[in-house]
């Protein structure tokens, strides 16, 4: 048991008990002393003393949050709130004192709280869950060791980064252009898994990983796992594509079973040829649970071993080995995630466990899986050989329903970043999505992306609400789809939405950097940059060479009045590209090196005028030229650009926001001031 000096105070609504308590226990359980106050009759003056010195004397004081404190407007626990903001007062600001916990998704900036509150980053802790990780920071953060220096911050990342035009043009992904955005494997591998294998490696980092972790998502309890991705032990070592697709199939079966958290495959993969220790990876993904596994394919023949491993201390609670033919492999995977759910003592009915590739054909599926592989490359032959197995699937089954969805996104990106004509392919990808709604009108990510060309290409917003929200019905716990519904609630001005739903995507999907770099943007046009600076800041932590990073770092420094230290960020960045340009250009103008500024402009025109006419109007709007940045403006509008659609997210249309002709510009798009 811990002194006196390092209990922690526990504060909640009598309705949120049970909770407090689950709290509570996992605190103890690691010797962590509670003050948790029990009783049904609150006041009196001997109890009242009580209360304050508890307060006066604790070390930590972490307030429940929910929405039955928010529809409470008295109570004792407004009371312990106010004197804990009171002794923060009294707290030197490099101390950490109070720690908010959300059980829901209560959002933190219109919380009746404090403002003590809302100046430190909320952990969520649905129900009360509490993972080992957040059990972790409060223990160092008592501990007499460390209780005098504050410990590392934490907050939810955000990120992205985009590629359009020709194959070296890189497109402006401050406003995240969607491919690597909303796919969540926006990496090259190589890069992405020295960055996460950097993170684990250095115990400075591992530290703050898992406090990180704690504080924007990823919650560990009993029913949590990840699936790495498989091992192809293949003769040939050819199978890679089958070896990754089906670990990605079960993971997508596992994550139809209610009350079970699974990680995201953004961030189970990257780890893929890593052998690193389970621990670490519980740590950082949040989870239990891991499955791993071997593909061997020879011939017709398929051998496929997983295993399901403990990552708290590394035991192998179940395993199996799978011969069958190929052609077997759909039922195969049913099996395999079945016989995990099993081991994780998890209820499943008959009909959760069921492929949702929607093919009987072995043939289809394996071009499915080989387009899933070549999406992966992100590059413009990526896509076209992506597109051109999705279509060879369908031509042998015209009722898979799962790769006439794969089909409508990967065209999408191909219009996106401009690889082929944008009229063509939206209309390509429409009748794709249609058709796939049509043969299963269950599918969420079939929904959600019809709702991203109603927003990004067609501006009808009413259109893009309806799809998205089915898209949130159908399919709750993709991240996929929380974020593309998070684009467009940003697209639409509502910013406590976006961040609520990039959160919860992020907290099933961590090291999703897309999600990453879509927080930070909507944190910034919130005006909350100090937190857009940490989650790009994260980003770069978990991604050194992330392209698009530097530049977003460097818009938000501006914004806080760091020009000279955006400056050195944008020159670290190695390629030419228009996001270089534009924050060269952007930098310049807020460091009064006008001809300097005047140059890159000069450059992004020259360069990018026919395609990112958006990125030249953002930078002249920036530079307070309204007149060229509305003749840009429009020229994008003519040109469909694919980033118009985030215009009210962008922070660099400020200074045009009051003209007249700026906001005739938006109702022109049917977007309401």
Same mark, same amino acid.
């Given at each position: ?9 526990? !504060? ?10 689950? *709290? ?7 010797? *962590? ?12 003056? +001997? ?26 407007? &008295?109570? @004792?626990?407004? #009371? ?104 969540? +494997? ?65 993971? &997508? #079966? ?20 890593? =052998? ?6 519980? =740590? ?25 491993? !403990? ?7 179940? !395993? ?14 049913? &099996? ?6 099993? +081991? ?12 949702? %590739? ?40 015209? =009722? ?70 089915? %898209?949130?019905?159908? +399919? ?9 519904? %998070?684009?467009?609630? %940003? ?29 930070? &943007? ?25 392209? !698009? ?19 050195? *960020? ?17 930098? @310049? ?30 930078? @002249? ?8 940045? #509305? ?13 118009? @659609? ?23 798009? =049917?977007?309401?001031?």
């Amino acid at each position: 048991m811990t002194e006196a000096s390092h209990a922690v105070f526990l !504060s909640y609504a009598s309705q949120d008990a049970e909770a407090a308590q689950r *709290i509570c226990a996992a605190l103890r359980a690691a010797g *962590i002393e509670v003050f948790l106050d029990q009783s049904e009759l609150r006041g009196g003056d +001997a109890w009242d003393q009580k209360i304050r010195r508890e307060i006066h004397d604790c070390a930590l004081f972490i307030p429940v949050i929910s929405a039955h404190t928010a529809a409470r407007h &008295e109570g @004792y626990f407004r #009371l312990e709130w106010d004197l804990a903001d009171q002794r923060t007062h009294m707290i030197a600001r490099n101390r950490v004192f109070v720690v908010p916990v959300s059980l829901d998704a209560t959002p933190e900036a219109t919380a009746d709280v404090p403002e003590s509150f809302q100046r430190v980053q909320w952990t969520r802790l649905p129900g009360g869950e509490t993972p080992p990780a957040f059990v972790e920071r409060v223990r160092k953060l008592v501990s007499p060791e460390t209780s005098s220096a504050r410990a590392p911050e934490t907050f939810v990342p955000a990120g992205s980064t985009t590629v359009r035009g020709s194959g070296t043009s890189m497109a402006s992904p401050w406003r995240s252009k969607l491919a690597l955005w909303a796919t969540g +494997a926006l990496l090259a591998s190589a890069i992405a898994y020295f960055a996460v294998d950097k993170l684990l490696l250095s115990k400075s980092a591992e530290i703050r990983s898992a406090s990180k972790e704690a504080m924007s998502g990823p919650l560990v309890s009993d029913k949590s796992i990840a699936v790495l991705p498989f091992v192809d032990l293949s003769e040939k070592r050819d199978q890679e594509y089958f070896a990754d697709g089906l670990a990605e199939e079960v993971l &997508e #079966l596992l994550s139809k079973i209610p009350g079970l958290k699974v990680t995201g495959r953004t961030s189970s993969f990257q780890f893929k040829g890593k =052998n690193q220790d389970l621990r670490q990876i519980g =740590n950082v993904l949040g989870v239990t649970y891991v499955v791993e596994g071997s593909v061997r394919r020879s011939g017709e023949r398929l051998r496929v071993t997983a295993q399901l491993i !403990s990552t708290r201390d590394g035991t192998h609670l179940w !395993s199996n080995t799978y011969d069958r033919p190929y052609g077997d492999v759909l039922t195969l995977q049913d &099996e395999l995630a079945a016989g995990v759910a099993r +081991a994780m003592e998890v209820a499943v009915d008959s009909d959760t466990l069921q492929s949702h %590739a929607g093919t009987h054909n072995p043939d289809a599926y394996d071009f499915y899986l080989r387009g899933l592989h070549s999406m992966e490359r992100y590059d413009r032959d990526g896509f076209e050989t992506g597109a051109n197995y999705f279509q060879q699937a369908l031509d042998l089954d015209p =009722n898979f329903a799962a790769a006439a969805t794969q089909l409508g996104r990967m065209v999408i990106f191909q219009a996106e970043w401009a690889f082929v004509p944008a009229g063509p392919a939206y209309a390509r990808a429409r009748r794709s999505l249609q058709t796939a709604i049509k043969l299963d009108p269950g599918l969420g990510q079939a929904h959600a992306w019809l709702g991203w060309i109603y927003m990004a290409y067609d501006w009808n917003w009413s259109a893009a609400d309806s799809e998205m929200r089915e %898209a949130l019905r159908l +399919a709750p716990r993709d991240p996929v789809v929380h974020l593309c519904a %998070a684009r467009l609630a %940003a697209s639409l001005g509502r910013l406590d939405e976006a961040i609520d739903l990039i959160t919860s995507g992020l907290a099933r999907d961590p090291l999703y950097a897309a999600g990453m770099n879509s927080l930070s &943007e909507v944190y910034a046009r919130a005006g909350r940059l100090a937190d857009a600076e940490a989650a790009e800041r994260r980003v770069l932590e978990i991604s050194p060479t992330y392209s !698009s990073g530097p530049r977003n770092l460097a818009v938000v420094l501006l914004a806080l009045g760091r020009a000279a230290e955006a400056l050195n *960020i944008v020159r670290s960045m190695q390629q030419d590209t228009v996001d270089r340009a534009q924050a060269l250009a952007l930098t @310049y103008y807020d460091l009064g090196r006008q001809a300097d500024s005047d140059q890159q402009m000069a450059v992004l025109v020259r360069r990018y005028a026919n395609d990112d006419a958006f990125s030249i109007a953002e930078t @002249y709007a920036y530079r307070g030229q309204g007149e060229q940045a #509305l003749q840009w403006l429009e020229r994008a509008k003519l040109q469909k650009d694919s980033a118009l @659609y985030f215009i009210k997210t962008s922070m660099l249309f400020k200074k045009l926001e009051p003209d007249p002709r700026y906001r005739a510009f938006l109702r022109g798009m =049917n977007l309401l001031e």
